[in-house]
């Protein structure tokens, strides 16, 4: 998609992550007239099921279904997500450009290691995005530090605030369909996952409620 500055960015380490957490809020953002952006941290290589090629084309399907302003990936390599001046640098410099108000992104004390890195990576770029000395010479202008919100998939965590998304749950449920190699499918001859059972979609649409 082509550049477009953000009113909320999505940023989840892996193709799907952000249509099974925030899609619907992102709907609900979006039909608000604010927009909405996301960032794939990572291409999802690593993933037991699909290809870097076939989950690039859903990534676009579910983009279109929530009405996103922009959909980018950052390319850093899957499962290998690090705190590093590097990573730190490369995201302020997509905060930067994008110029979110609000970032959306992993909880922390996430089980998954990239999960969890990018929720310290994303609350530290915030802040130093706003900081005109970090990363000047790359010649781009500061910005105000966006407001970062973490989201609680954990059923062990008690969330600050909860918005309502009953109005466009349908929808999200439609974008994470789209991730067709990562869900349930009779059909396929790949390994079986977590996400690939016939009451997962179900049981995340009840949670969802």
Known sequence: ???????VLAVFAHPDDMELTVGGTLLKMKSLSYKTGALDVTKGEMGTRGTVEGRALEAIEAARILKLDVRENLGLPDGHVWVTEETRTNLVRVLRRLKPKVVLTHQFDDPHP???HIAQLVREAARLASMQKYDFDFGQQRTGSPIVAHNVFS????????IDISEFLEEKMKAIAAHTSQFYNPNSKELETRLTGESFLVELENRSR
């Open 1 to 7: 998609m082509l550049m477009s500055e953000t009113d």
């Open 155 to 162: 059923r062990h965590l008690i969330p600050s605030f909860i």
């Open 114 to 116: 990239d999960h969890n």
